[in-house]
C-alpha cells in the first residue's frame, strides 16, 4: 500500500499548460503502474494516462499529443505534463497505483 498526494492543480487559460505531480510513500514504488484519471462534474471518472514499471505508456484519445506522463522512480513521484489545455479538461485530477491506491485528487481549471 502507498500514500498519494497530488499537488499542482489551479487556474490556466486555453492553450496554456500545468504539471500535476503526485508523491508516493513507501519503498514500492518504482514496482507499481501508475495512472490519472479525471472527473468531471456531472460526469464518470475517466482513464487519461498510464505508466507502467518500464516506462511504457498509453493515453486517452483525448489528451493524446497534449499530454505526457512520467515518472521519477527515485523520488516516487509520477507527473503528468498538460500543455494545450482546453475548457474540456477541466476536472479534478487524481493519480492511482496499480495496487489500487487512489490519491485525494487536485482540481484543474481551464477558464479564460
Known amino acids: 500500500q502507498v500514500q498519494l498526494v497530488e499537488s499542482g492543480g489551479g487556474l490556466v487559460q486555453p492553450g496554456g499548460s500545468l504539471r500535476l505531480s503526485c508523491a508516493a510513500s513507501g519503498s514500492l514504488f518504482r514496482f507499481y503502474a501508475m495512472e490519472w484519471y479525471r472527473q468531471a462534474p456531472g460526469k464518470q471518472r475517466e482513464l487519461v494516462a498510464r505508466?507502467?514499471?518500464?516506462?511504457?505508456?498509453n493515453y486517452a484519445n483525448s489528451v493524446r499529443g497534449r499530454f505526457t506522463i512520467s515518472r521519477d522512480n527515485a523520488k516516487s513521484t509520477v507527473y503528468l505534463q498538460m500543455n494545450s489545455l482546453k475548457a474540456e479538461d477541466t476536472a479534478v485530477y487524481y493519480c492511482?497505483?496499480?495496487?489500487?491506491?487512489w490519491g485525494q485528487g487536485t482540481q484543474v481549471t481551464v477558464s479564460s
Open positions: 492511482k497505483s496499480s495496487g489500487g491506491d
Open positions: 505508466i507502467t514499471s518500464g516506462g511504457n505508456t
